[in-house]
């Protein structure tokens, strides 16, 4: 069984910077597609940002293209989320997840992906 565990939330005020890391316990990190997604209170999970096994492809959400950047370190077996002019609306419990099989490069779809971590929250204040 794979685990992931997020860090690196926290609270920020509005146009502020935060960087979240997920640290995979699987050597075979580099074989799965990883994404980002978020829940805000009384919402639906909603897709943030993935990122292929190479890390050469990325796809991200409308709204968040431009502010943030997913990459991954195969050698550390950890995904980053560097989220820049973070806004309220960005305010939510951050998960990642992990998707072990499948050719396409990533995924927006979370029954797709097999491994979540246990999420870290993002609070943005105006």
Avoid: H
């Amino acid at each position: 069984q794979v685990q992931l565990v997020e860090s690196g939330g926290g609270l920020v005020q509005a146009g502020g910077s935060l960087r979240l890391s997920c640290v995979a316990s699987s050597r075979t990190f580099s074989s799965y597609i990883m994404g980002w997604f978020r829940q805000a209170p009384g919402a639906e999970c909603e897709f943030v940002a993935a990122i292929s096994r190479g890390g050469g492809s990325t796809d991200y959400a409308d709204s968040v293209k431009g502010r943030f950047t997913i990459s991954r370190d195969n050698a550390k077996n950890t995904s980053f989320l560097q989220m820049n002019s973070l806004k309220p609306e960005d305010t939510a419990v951050y998960y990642c997840a992990g998707r072990r099989s499948g050719s396409a490069s990533y995924s927006r779809l979370e029954p797709q992906y097999d491994y979540w971590g246990q999420g870290t929250q993002v609070t943005v204040s105006s």
